[in-house]
């Protein structure tokens, strides 16, 4: 019984432990994810009024440009995944994961080639287990991301769609991250961002019933457009990579306050298990003295006889 109490509090203190770690973390992602909310919350605004200009031009003017053209038959796309660095974030990555999956079979069937490009280790190394190709991989930079890991990973992007297709280029670039919705909601999204479908862009940039300003371009529309091209694509990518940080917080402050509230009740359920054994050992302890007592006290009464 004795080797059955020392059992429940190795296993008690070796859960507190674990249980002490669990609420660091907790902690440490609470006050992350403070601060990327207000890093998401100031690059929106420029994403939009960028996102704006962009509209401002493809609509009032007739120039084919990557940009805003749509290729008639399109070949090939790129399909750029954000994923985390550090796991211990419940569903986070397995969800950005199956909808870039999901966005990669639905972009086969429609016969396009598909290029993968990856952010963060736990995708790389999901693609990697399973010998799946990857046409170029960011790592290092997820938890607090910057406009120049951003313009890093956009550079090989801006050149793909710059490309034509026979030398190696795309002519689509989708974006898979994950949406900071709440601290309790984040949401795998797939978003087109080239070429821009100006409809619907149009309808989120501008609200309604603003019209666009006219504007006069100079030196032309195709050089305004050349310029816009990676200045959109990088903000763009900044704010996601920003969504996708505040996400992986809130997602690791939500596991790690789970297994936190876990550790508690397992505790509590060893805690009983070894205040039974504890009392069944003193009970035993207690009948032995009885018994032995009993027998000297009918050991002496025999004698005396």
Known sequence: MGAQLRVYKRRIRSVSATKKITKAMEMIA??????????VAASTPYATELTRAVTAVGTGSNTRHPLTTEAENPARAAVLLLTS????????????????EQLTERLEREGRQVDTYIVGRRGVAHYNFRERKVAESFTGFTDEPSYADAKKVAAPLIEAIE???ADGGVDELHIVYTEF???????????????LRL?????????????LPLYDFEPSAED???????????????N???????????????????ATDNAGELINTLSRLANAARQAEITQEISEIVGGASALADATAGSDR
């Open 85 to 100: 660095d550090r796991g211990l974030a419940g569903a986070f990555n397995s969800n950005a994961i199956k909808a870039a």
């Open 199 to 211: 409809e619907e862009v149009a309808e989120e940039a501008v609200p309604k019933g603003e019209i």
């Open 30 to 39: 609470a006050s992350r994810v403070v601060k990327a909310q207000r890093k």
């Open 181 to 195: 919705v709440s601290m309790m909601t984040q949401t795998a999204l797939d978003a087109r961002l080239l070429p």
């Open 240 to 258: 996601a990579l920003l969504q996708s940080a505040a996400s992986k917080h809130a997602a690791t402050r939500r596991a790690m306050k789970s």
């Open 163 to 165: 490309k034509e297709t």
């Open 224 to 238: 305004v457009l050349d310029a816009l091209l990676p200045r959109y694509v990088e903000s763009r990518i900044y």
